[in-house]
Structure formats: C-alpha cells, structure tokens
C-alpha cells in the first residue's frame, strides 16, 4: 500500500506560482511512476504531468512550458511547480503513483487562480 499526501495548494492570482508537493510512503518511492493529475468542477479528471521511474517526463499540451515535474527520491516526494497561472488551470490537483501496476492516489489539494 503507498499512501500519498499532497501540499502546496492554495489561492494564486493570475500569472502566479505554485509548487505542490507530493510525500508518498514507502520504502520503493524511487520505483514509482509518479503523476499529477487535476479535476475542474465539472469535468473529468486529466492527466497534467508525469514522470517516470528513470525522470523521463511528459505533459498535458496546455501546461507545456509553464508546469515542471520533479522528483527527489531521497526525500520520497514528487513535485509540480507552476508558473503562469491561468484561471483555466483552477481544479483539484491529485497526485498519482503507479507501482506493480498498480495506481495510489492521494486526496487532492485546490488549486484556485483568481484576481
């Protein structure tokens, strides 16, 4: 079992920054794909940035150059630093960890863009 706890979230205005965190438990964590995903109210949830096991990276088209995802396996976290905020990028951000093919999520933390 992996347990996920996401941080970092909060209220930004547009063209702000953000840094989420992702702490995930275990002892495997530099096994792990890990990934952010995010859910707008009434939408579906989406993919937004993922990185593997071996830091190959990919993201979303809308979040290309302004979102980068990192880890720090020695500190077992994940992370999504946001730049240039746009209230379109509003939504609960959850992060996933995938291990013997097998997804973790953790809670969400909102994210809000506002003037």
């Known amino acids: 079992q992996v347990q996920l706890v996401e941080s970092g979230g909060g209220l930004v205005q547009p063209g702000g920054s953000l840094r989420l965190s992702c702490v995930a438990s275990g002892t495997f964590f530099s096994s792990y794909a890990m990934a952010w995903y995010r859910q707008a109210p009434g939408k579906q949830r989406e993919l937004v940035a993922r990185i593997s096991n071996s830091d190959v990276t990919n993201y979303a088209d809308s979040v290309k150059g302004r979102f980068t995802i990192s880890r720090d396996n020695a500190k077992n976290t994940a992370y999504l630093q946001m730049n240039s905020l746009k209230p379109e990028d509003t939504a609960v951000y959850y992060c996933?960890?995938?291990?013997?093919?097998?997804?973790?999520w953790g809670k969400g933390t909102l994210v809000t863009v506002s003037p």
């Open positions: 996933n960890a995938e291990f013997m093919w097998t997804p973790y």
